[in-house]
């Protein structure tokens, strides 16, 4: 049995039209993967504490009340993914998104949720 068969509407053209634009399957596992990283409340509260400064750990540890520890697994995690990026100045290692889709992303999210 035709995998067709077994469904009692088919519209064939609107199919084909999908068919043809659907991303390839690593792209879409990639892009789920993504959105996995938002799905944790520190890591979206660091996100949003960096839209308006570039921060140390110390400095978000303290604004979130959290531990160092904590602050910096999550930033690997966002490192990791290329949510975040740092620079050196001296012994301190500032933060900061790695670029406006980041932001957008986030600020989509918002206006979604706030609707």
Known sequence: MDNKEEFLCINE????????VFPPEE???DLAELFKI?????????LYALFESEL???DMAV??????????????VLKNNKLVRFR??????????????VRSIIEMGMEHVEE
């Open 88 to 101: 050196k100045e001296g012994k301190n290692v500032f933060y900061s998104l790695s670029d406006e889709h």
């Open 27 to 29: 792209f879409l596992y």
């Open 13 to 20: 053209e609107s199919v084909e039209k999908v068919k043809a």
């Open 63 to 76: 604004l979130l009340g959290l531990s160092q520890t904590a602050v910096s697994h999550q930033l690997r």
């Open 56 to 58: 140390c750990v110390n």
């Open 38 to 46: 938002f799905g944790d409340t520190t890591r979206i509260r660091i």
